[in-house]
């Protein structure tokens, strides 16, 4: 067996691809900048059928004049592509499988387009390789899913092709990474072409073209939660979370999922907690975007640390301003990057918590409901024991030693919690016998039913009847009945065995308000630090400028 | 609540202390550039007392003359330092902690100087933070553990400060990016200084000073196995590994720890599994470092893309003439990325396996033994279960169903795989009733004994006596009985109960290389595709440069 006994293979396929791809797209640039309006025979040049495409976006940053543009292409040209992507959000690109140029997928969230999505799948118009979250994607585009053509979204763009992503510098570095050294090819699109930077967060020499788009790259404000909007039950939930978890457990390093139990949290540390004395005890270190209700525990010096997925339209002076805090460059602007963010909330923080739609009777819970295929973005990487992790922390050893019952081998645990009201919007329960996922897989031909959480990873249940801690449950009866100790009137929660649920809480496996010491009328909105957008941008010193939808003044 | 309650506080101590920091240490450099004489007063300029460390260097390359340096400096001025890096290898590191200049370490591996490090943290000069795995501590970079100031090593930088890391890329954008978003200070040491770099791997904007080195960093050829060691034994393990695993469940995506048992694995694969149909369906996509072994695999075309960690010394030529395969720039050098590999390793394989000194009864093991703190590098986050995985594959899928049992919700599960002769080095046995890592976490008051690869997350065993399958044990006597029936002559497996042995093997999660169809006979060096270093240069074309220590001729 050697070199000579096999017949002459090349090795430089993708090299020679990418050569011929650039030398006929070559006349539409000068240098690395395309005008505007050559960017659609651009496409055409440098895109083949089959090529895998990442068409950067997640929920926030989008690359939407790019998306807009391939939807300009000729579809007998630019066809069988497949979209290897954080999100399929924008309707061009599910524009893209009706028009027949995109026949396979492979994403992490599909939000604002589940629906479209699904009646795609159903009809067979497209299949999807998977489902994953948005670490895990970025590590396949590294072993099987690599792009061929990638295109992005920056801030800036210097004459050379360096890119200036800034605050929303998100998945770009691990997509073009991924991309450029595989001998394939990087388009940008950019809000302005410049002569000197404010800083370098991508280098040229990964970057092929660079397009100024007529108008700048969408971003959407998801991580904004109106403090107005936040029930008195959110804020006995969050006194719960805060109290009954966080102090005890002492969390000091975490992650908080998007929505307004967690806002509440967010708003009840400068005041609740700290009336508490937990002020540099718990919630110091954070995996998080910049939310804005996080403002006033920042404010308050609650908080040393936050690491960012991505940035919040209209935080960028505020974090600019917070450099103590915030991860910022040497020009004064915030840097994100979702991949070290994601590998920070699974392997640097001892707490997830966030909400979902449904929960069952073993702990698994999901957000997926038929007709919709949606993804779950990050929570499953983040809402999943970190079995990789070997450094201790007092928080994960307790976790560790509450959940191992007799398994002789000492091991510690992430802290993994769902924080929800028993019913949600229109009186749908929140907890149920059988999760609407087993039907999504079904009808969507899945190979297993879209779980965001499984059970086995779930550790805590937060609701208005208390907490459930699941890690103390020593068999599938005891857990099943914590969590219908939990669940309230809900049909799941009617049927609970009472007496063994009294004994659950007497073993201190649920815990009622009143049992950690929680008056339930104290649970009013007058303890959030904020009660208004208004409020919030009061506490940034008027550094917070949100966008027009948040603003009633 | 509002921002006028709270007492003034600055957010820019971070910038204001590397302002006066560098304002320090202006005069001793001309622009970035560093002359390698004015070294030990810029790090003492530049380091103040109790700073968070990274001196980069992991399994392969160090930034050797910048550790050189610190130890030269003033011990009075740089002490109390806090050392946050992937290793712990160099003398130097560890005469650092001898000349009280360094507290406290946060770590992942120390191999070389584990028995030294064991000795002070015995006589409590040193305090361990931790000892995590690579990408855990990167994460931890991003949240409580970020450097203040980081000393890198790259191949060459440009007179703007442009770095080329090219092959040998490792961890330093991790590094780079923690230090230089939150406010602190790089320094590179460089081989050379360059009017024109090759490419760019880290921009200039990142890195505050270069300097030149007398001497290049240091690189380990740590993943340089020569065939002319591998022993019929693991030729016969290689032969079980290849039929009874990896074609039974079709591995495609995988890592491969490092060893010779592994080594005969790749080393087969062009004979062995080339005959036995697999190429094409094994063994396609990689997280790995380019190890030579695997050269003649990939020259038959068995391989599709490899990602790695770092480089291998003497791969360089190789790799480059392979960008097919490798991850590539413009310029035709490889570039690794430790952070993404492992991210690869964790999310995007379905296989790992790797050997260790000590198994178990309940499939616990750990290379730790008393007297040496050595960590595990990148395994346990590559030898876990990634619960927060959600894309599906036919070996993922299989392992789930085969280890849940009755479990109600279906998920896949990642194949963690321990290949090992019954007896190691000196006839010490792989089998043991305790491991030596109890021993240890008493001795050095750890909270935890160190296991690499929990019991929970182990798959597999391989041994010369066959394959155990833990995922079909139903009962930790099952597990027990089915260690113990691999253990061959071992004072552990001498005591297996022979019945419940020989009913596991009925039931097929004992399988003897009989049961697979493998005769022990066929089990020669005469199926390795390459038997000598020697082998492997011819077999890559010449383009292998195996080093000095491997070249018998």
């Given at each position: 067996?050697?070199?000579?006994?096999?017949?002459?293979?090349?090795?430089?396929?993708?090299?020679?691809?990418?050569?011929?791809?650039?030398?006929?797209?070559?006349?539409?640039?000068?240098g690395?900048?395309?005008?505007?309006?050559?960017?659609?025979?651009?496409?055409e040049?440098?895109?083949?059928?089959?090529?895998?495409?990442?068409?950067?976006?997640?929920?926030?940053k989008?690359?939407?004049?790019?998306?807009?543009?391939?939807?300009?292409?000729?579809?007998?040209?630019?066809?069988?592509?497949?979209?290897?992507?954080?999100?399929l959000?924008?309707p061009?690109h599910?524009?893209?499988?009706?028009?027949?140029?995109?026949?396979?997928?492979?994403?992490?969230?599909?939000?604002?387009?589940?629906?479209?999505?699904?009646?795609?799948?159903?009809?067979?118009?497209?299949?999807?390789?998977?489902?994953?979250?948005?670490?895990?994607?970025?590590?396949?585009?590294?072993?099987?899913?690599?792009?061929?053509?990638?295109?992005?979204?920056?801030?800036?763009?210097?004459?050379?092709g360096?890119?200036?992503?800034?605050p929303?510098?998100?998945?770009?570095?691990?997509?073009?990474?991924?991309?450029?050294?595989?001998?394939?090819?990087?388009?940008?699109?950019?809000?302005?072409?410049?002569?000197?930077?404010?800083?370098?967060?991508?280098?040229?020499?990964?970057?092929?073209?660079?397009?100024?788009?007529?108008?700048?790259?969408?971003?959407?404000?998801?991580?904004?939660?109106?403090?107005?909007?936040?029930?008195?039950?959110?804020v006995?939930?969050?006194?719960?979370?805060?109290k009954?978890?966080?102090?005890?457990?002492?969390?000091?390093?975490?992650?908080?999922?998007?929505?307004?139990?967690?806002?509440?949290?967010?708003?009840?540390?400068?005041?609740?907690?700290?009336?508490l004395?937990?002020?540099?005890?718990?919630?110091?270190?954070?995996?998080?975007?910049?939310?804005?209700?996080?403002?006033?525990a920042?404010?308050?010096?609650?908080?040393?640390?936050?690491?960012?997925?991505?940035?919040?339209?209209?935080?960028?002076?505020?974090?600019?301003?917070?450099?103590?805090?915030?991860?910022?460059?040497?020009?004064?602007?915030?840097?994100s990057?979702?991949?070290?963010?994601?590998a920070?909330?699974?392997?640097?923080?001892?707490?997830?918590?966030?909400?979902?739609?449904?929960?069952?009777?073993?702990?698994?819970?999901?957000?997926?409901?038929?007709?919709?295929?949606?993804?779950?973005?990050?929570?499953?990487?983040?809402?999943?024991?970190?079995?990789?992790?070997?450094?201790?922390?007092?928080?994960?050893?307790?976790?560790?030693?509450?959940g191992?019952?007799?398994?002789a081998?000492?091991?510690?645990?992430?802290?993994?919690?769902?924080?929800?009201e028993?019913?949600?919007?229109?009186?749908?329960?929140?907890f149920?016998?059988?999760?609407?996922?087993?039907?999504?897989?079904?009808?969507?031909?899945?190979?297993?039913?879209?779980?965001?959480?499984?059970?086995?990873?779930?550790?805590?249940?937060?609701?208005?009847?208390?907490?459930?801690?699941?890690?103390?449950?020593?068999?599938?009866?005891?857990?099943?009945?914590?969590?219908?100790?939990?669940?309230?009137?809900?049909?799941?929660?009617?049927?609970?065995d009472?007496?063994?649920?009294?004994?659950?809480?007497?073993?201190?496996?649920i815990?009622?308000?009143?049992?950690?010491?929680?008056?339930?009328?104290?649970?009013?909105?007058?303890?959030?630090?904020?009660?208004?957008?208004?409020?919030?941008?009061?506490?940034?010193?008027?550094?917070?400028?949100?966008?027009?939808?948040?603003?009633?003044?």
């Open positions: 067996m050697n070199a000579t006994d096999i017949p002459e293979k090349r090795w430089d396929t993708l090299a020679r691809s990418r050569d011929a791809r650039l030398a006929r797209a070559g006349h539409l640039a000068s690395c900048i395309v005008p505007a309006d050559r960017i659609v025979p651009l496409l040049a440098l895109i083949e059928p089959g090529d895998r495409v990442c068409i950067e976006g997640n929920n926030q989008q690359a939407d004049f790019l998306a807009r543009s391939l939807v300009k292409t000729d579809p007998s040209r630019l066809r069988d592509l497949h979209l290897v992507q954080s999100v959000a924008l061009e599910i524009d893209l499988i009706e028009r027949g140029q995109v026949s396979r997928i492979d994403f992490s969230f599909s939000g604002p387009q589940a629906a479209r999505l699904a009646r795609l799948v159903e009809s067979r118009k497209i299949a999807i390789g998977a489902i994953h979250t948005y670490l895990e994607l970025f590590a396949r585009y590294f072993v099987d899913l690599t792009p061929r053509v990638a295109l992005i979204a920056a801030q800036a763009a210097d004459r050379e360096n890119l200036y992503t800034g929303n510098t998100e998945d770009t570095p691990a997509i073009v990474e991924a991309t450029t050294f595989k001998g394939g090819i990087v388009i940008a699109q950019v809000n302005q072409i410049v002569d000197k930077l404010p800083r370098v967060d991508i280098p040229a020499d990964w970057v092929d073209y660079v397009v100024q788009a007529p108008t700048p790259h969408y971003i959407e404000p998801l991580f904004t939660r109106d403090p107005a909007q936040i029930t008195e039950i959110q006995l939930m969050g006194m719960i979370a805060i009954g978890l966080y102090a005890e457990y002492g969390i000091k390093r975490l992650n908080h999922g998007i929505g307004f139990d967690t806002a509440a949290i967010e708003l009840l540390l400068p005041t609740y907690a700290a009336d004395g937990l002020k540099g005890k718990i919630c110091t270190h954070w995996a998080l975007n910049p939310h804005p209700t996080l403002i006033p920042i404010e308050a010096g609650f908080v040393e640390s936050v690491h960012s997925f991505g940035s919040e339209v209209g935080m960028e002076r505020y974090t600019a301003a917070r450099p103590d805090i915030f991860f910022t460059g040497a020009d004064g602007s915030m840097r990057n979702r991949a070290f963010c994601q920070a909330g699974h392997y640097a923080c001892d707490l997830f918590i966030g909400s979902t739609l449904q929960i069952d009777l073993q702990g698994n819970s999901s957000t997926a409901t038929k007709g919709r295929i949606a993804g779950f973005g990050g929570a499953p990487n983040m809402g999943a024991d970190a079995r990789g992790r070997r450094h201790a922390s007092p928080a994960w050893l307790r976790a560790g030693r509450e191992r019952g007799d398994i081998m000492p091991r510690g645990q992430k802290l993994v919690v769902q924080i929800v028993t019913f949600r919007e229109h009186m749908e329960p929140a149920v016998e059988r999760l609407d996922a087993w039907d999504l897989a079904a009808t969507a031909n899945m190979d297993l039913p879209p779980v965001m959480i499984y059970g086995e990873d779930l550790t805590h249940i937060i609701t208005e009847e208390g907490i459930a801690n699941l890690l103390l449950c020593r068999t599938p009866q005891e857990r099943e009945q914590a969590i219908r100790g939990v669940a309230g009137y809900t049909p799941v929660g009617m049927v609970r009472t007496r063994m649920v009294e004994n659950l809480r007497d073993r201190g496996i815990r009622r308000p009143e049992d950690m010491g929680i008056r339930k009328s104290d649970a009013t909105r007058d303890l959030l630090a904020a009660r208004s957008v208004k409020d919030l941008v009061h506490a940034s010193g008027g550094l917070y400028d949100p966008p027009r939808q948040f603003r009633n003044w």
